[in-house]
């Protein structure tokens, strides 16, 4: 876009800030391999985690408190899985409806617009199913971050 990179469609990115839409957790390793000259090679990795293991509950947990604290309003509201838990790639640049409306009222209140204004932003950004018939509706978070910030 205008010659510049602003991220990869096809790779999910870690978003932290409260006026963007956040995606899935991505479990990320920059410490196992090298390149030739020794710079650090970044990558993800699937999470061995057993879920009924306690680390992995107590994973969860912290995560639940940090987007309960990030999203204030939402405290009534069921988390969906996929905003505390990671992909098998650990790179999904997309997240279902649910995920992206339960963070629309703190991206609408970061970004100081109405919630039917990201309500539509992630309208646009919604893709529908595989062929119209596999998979289930999905939300690109990268499409959405840049349309909030006015770039798409």
């Not at 978003?15 to 090679?41: C, F, P, Q």
């Not at 649910?98 to 629309?104: D, L, N, P, T």
């Not at 062929?131 to 798409?152: A, P, Q, R, S």
Request: net charge negative.
């Amino acid at each position: 876009m205008d010659g510049k990179k602003y991220g990869c469609e096809l790779l999910g990115q870690k978003y932290t800030d409260e006026a963007h839409m956040w995606g899935r957790i991505m479990n990320i390793d920059v410490s196992t391999y090298k390149d030739e000259n020794g710079k650090r090679l970044m990558y993800a990795v699937p999470s061995n985690l057993s879920p009924a293991s306690e680390e992995f509950e107590d994973l969860v947990a912290k995560r639940v408190q940090m987007l309960r604290k990030a999203n204030p309003d939402m405290e009534e509201t069921a988390i969906p899985a996929e905003l505390v838990t990671c992909s098998g790639s650990g790179l999904d640049p997309h997240i279902f409806p649910a995920a992206a409306k339960y963070q629309m009222t703190r991206i609408a209140k970061a970004n100081n617009m109405s919630e039917e204004k990201v309500r539509a932003i992630i309208e646009k950004c919604t893709d529908s199913r595989f062929l119209g018939v596999f998979g289930e509706k999905t939300v690109n978070v990268l499409k959405v971050n840049l349309m909030l910030d006015g770039i798409l």
